[in-house]
């Protein structure tokens, strides 16, 4: 079996724990050979106790030796207290020193970073956290949009449930596609996002209400992906010149008109072919991509895949778990 310890603390979020856990079990249930272990482990065995009110048993950190296969440092909001205790932080790298990988889950990172774990290393984290993680530590280089990271063997991802599309990666990493997508069909889980896609969807990521033209500018572009969206068009549509448009979109959304489009139109184009049977050409046409070469960039670029394949991993059925 590959041992998988989680290292846990007081105020641990929940779901940082439960997340790979659980895609590691499930992967053992499908037939993974060899399966994983999981154990949650805490200093001197105290029960962790989660930032949701929730207490979990926990062996101790201390006595955890041998062979590993994957060290799991969870995020949470005890992650700046607990980066600061001298003891956790010795244990950590006395595990990592005996396990073939190290991982973090959103803000347990920062323990990584403060260990000394991701100097000269590309990592993320939770969005909302990136930016304190580089000032912090600027040995390390922080990617504030992935959904998660690797860099050599020490894996990091951002916030919370992106820690189930980090540890699909590592299962299909240990066991390949096949298995991975059964496991996360077993878990309703989606199949199976890549590491940089963004955190925040484009239409998840919308301005504040108080921001009312790039709100109306936002619906419009949703609204009619067909059409010529180019930032002139819209800028007219606003009612004001394409430099002040662009001044407001990398003020409000960090990125320029034309790339929200591009984005939104990508997105708008992976749903269609995850749900449709539509060909190529009418899911270009009709997303205002305009061509298959025009759409292929945009996966490319977005998704690091083609679109043929997002369709062929989003369609797939593979056998139920126990079914061979």
Same mark, same amino acid.
């Given at each position: ?14 779901? &940082?724990?439960?997340?790979? @856990? ?18 949650? +482990? ?31 440092? *969870? ?14 932080? +010795? ?21 990584? @970073?403060? @260990?000394? =774990? ?6 993320? $984290?939770?969005?909302?956290? /990136? #930016? ?18 690797? &860099? ?16 699909? /990666? ?16 077993? =878990? +309703? ?16 990521? @919308? ?25 002139? %068009?819209? #800028? ?37 072919? #995850? %749900?449709?049977?539509?060909?190529? $050409?009418?899911? /270009? ?12 960039? *945009? ?9 043929? /394949? ?15």
């Amino acid at each position: 079996m590959r041992r998988v310890v989680v290292i846990g603390y007081p105020d641990t979020e929940l779901l &940082d724990i439960s997340c790979p @856990a659980g895609v590691f079990d499930a992967a053992t249930r499908c037939g993974a050979e060899p399966g994983y272990r999981v154990e949650l +482990v805490s200093l001197g065995g105290l029960p962790v106790r989660t930032g949701c009110g929730l207490t979990l048993a926990a062996g101790a950190l201390e006595r955890v030796g041998g062979r590993l296969d994957s060290v799991v440092v *969870a995020g949470g909001p005890g992650h700046e207290a607990a980066a600061e205790d001298a003891r956790l932080l +010795v244990h950590l790298r006395r595990l990592a020193g005996l396990s073939r990988r190290v991982v973090s889950v959103c803000t347990g990172a920062t323990l990584l @970073a403060a @260990a000394g =774990l991701l100097d000269r290393r590309r990592a993320t $984290t939770h969005w909302m956290w /990136a #930016a304190e993680l580089a000032a912090q530590y600027p040995a390390v280089t922080v990617d504030p949009a992935s959904l998660f990271v690797s &860099d050599g063997n020490v894996h990091t991802s951002a916030g919370v449930t992106s820690a189930i599309d980090l540890s699909l /990666a590592l299962v299909e990493q240990d066991h390949g596609s096949a298995l991975a997508r059964q496991v996360a069909r077993s =878990l +309703v889980a989606y199949l199976q996002r890549p590491g940089n896609q963004a955190q925040v969807s484009m239409h998840l990521a @919308a301005p504040p209400p108080e921001h009312r033209l790039i709100r109306e500018v936002c619906e419009h572009i949703t609204a009619h992906l067909d059409a010529d969206l180019d930032t002139a %068009t819209l #800028a007219r549509i606003a009612g004001v010149s394409p430099r002040h448009l662009t001044r407001l979109f990398a003020a409000e959304l960090g990125t320029t008109p034309a790339r929200h489009v591009r984005a939104v139109r990508a997105e708008a184009a992976a749903h269609q072919l #995850a %749900t449709t049977g539509l060909p190529l $050409t009418t899911i /270009a046409r009709q997303c205002g991509l305009r061509t298959t070469e025009t759409l292929r960039q *945009a996966f490319a670029d977005l998704f690091a895949t083609t679109p043929s /394949a997002y369709r062929r991993a989003a369609r797939e059925v593979p056998p139920r778990c126990g079914e061979g």
